[in-house]
């Protein structure tokens, strides 16, 4: 398994434009996190899937961002509109059910200029 | 509000010494707890965890040690490589499949 696939790696945008980073989980994995690094805190989680349903958007920062997951191979988020703010390395991950360890992907760091 | 906290950012330690990194917690219904290594424009990797059943748990040169009196843990690391030189992060979980993370802590181990 190719593990984890998020794109792109790298995003570099203008303040106000739309972003949208994308996953790709393990298949078979039936959760799926959305997590931002920032070094004040750390690792935030922003939302979270079971079996394609949003369960706990509590993290998400503001009505700026939304997250969908369509079908079990696919995860989307979204940044509209973009601010300087967001800056920070996105990473998505997934975990087997009722399992505890998580597979991260590589990241998409985001700069917003 | 930090619900996990590791309070140093940072760590420095000479080869084949030993390395003890360290994480506090709050809520005391968190009964798992793991340890994640993430290397420079990589995702973070598992490398070690431990259930509230126990106090210890030993992998190779890596153990966690867990008080639950004092919602504190630790990862030692015995003895230390220049490999192992990279952002440590402790990690807690409850009854959802929910890990919260801490800040991280940055490990630099000098040949």
């Known amino acids: 398994d190719a593990g984890v696939i998020q794109s792109p790696r790298h995003e570099v945008t203008e303040m106000g434009q739309e972003v949208t980073l994308r996953c790709k989980p393990i298949s078979g994995h039936d959760y799926l996190f959305w997590y931002r690094q920032t070094m004040m805190r750390g690792l935030e989680l922003l939302i979270y899937?079971?079996?394609?349903?949003?369960?706990?958007d509590s993290g998400m920062p503001e009505d700026r961002f939304s997250a969908k997951m369509p079908n079990a191979s696919f995860s989307t988020l979204k940044i509209q509109p973009s601010e300087p703010r967001d800056s920070a390395v996105y990473f998505c991950?997934?975990?087997?059910?009722?399992?505890?360890?998580?597979?991260f992907g590589s990241g998409t760091r985001l700069t917003v200029v | 509000d930090q619900q996990v906290k590791q309070n140093s950012p940072s760590l420095s330690v000479q080869e084949g010494r030993i390395s003890i990194l360290n994480c506090d917690y709050t809520?005391?219904?968190?009964?798992?707890f793991l340890w994640y290594k993430k290397y420079p424009a990589e995702g973070p990797t598992f490398l070690i965890s431990i259930s509230s059943i126990k106090d210890k748990n030993e992998d190779g040169r890596f153990t966690v040690f867990l008080n639950k009196s004092a919602k504190h843990l630790s990862l030692h690391i015995v003895p230390s490589q220049p490999g192992d030189s990279a952002v440590y992060f402790c990690a807690a979980g409850g009854a959802t499949n929910k890990l919260i993370f801490g800040t991280g802590t940055l490990l630099a181990v000098q040949p």
């Open positions: 991950a997934s975990s087997l059910i009722r399992g505890r360890s998580y597979t």
């Open positions: 809520n005391s219904m968190f009964d798992y």
């Open positions: 899937f079971n079996n394609n349903v949003p369960i706990d």
